[in-house]
């Protein structure tokens, strides 16, 4: 009887040391903050760079650029027209 309780409290000690995790330090706490920080911003970098560049060469995007463009173009027609015709 006392070979069963040895067995089994010897048993449950090494199951209990095996699945016992060593907490990190305070160090480790930082690094790994520091990491994850620094993961983080690499991954907005990527993901903002993605979606300016999609709504850069978006078709909508495009449209309205070229006829900004236009625009200004007759605007700067019409100021031209207007100022040589005062000359």
């Known amino acids: 009887m006392k070979l069963y309780l040895a067995v089994a ?8 040391h095996s699945e016992a995790v ?8 930082f690094a790994n903050i520091q ?3 620094k993961e983080f911003g690499e991954d907005l970098s990527e993901k903002t760079t993605t ?6 060469n978006h078709e ?6 070229s006829w900004i463009d236009e625009q200004l173009g007759n605007l700067k027609q019409r100021f031209a027209e207007s100022f040589t015709k005062q000359d």
């Open 9 to 16: 409290t010897l048993m449950l000690v090494l199951l209990a």
């Open 35 to 37: 990491a994850k920080l």
């Open 60 to 65: 909508i995007t495009i449209k309205t650029k």
């Open 51 to 56: 979606i300016l560049k999609q709504i850069e």
């Open 22 to 29: 060593e907490e990190p330090t305070i160090e480790q706490h």
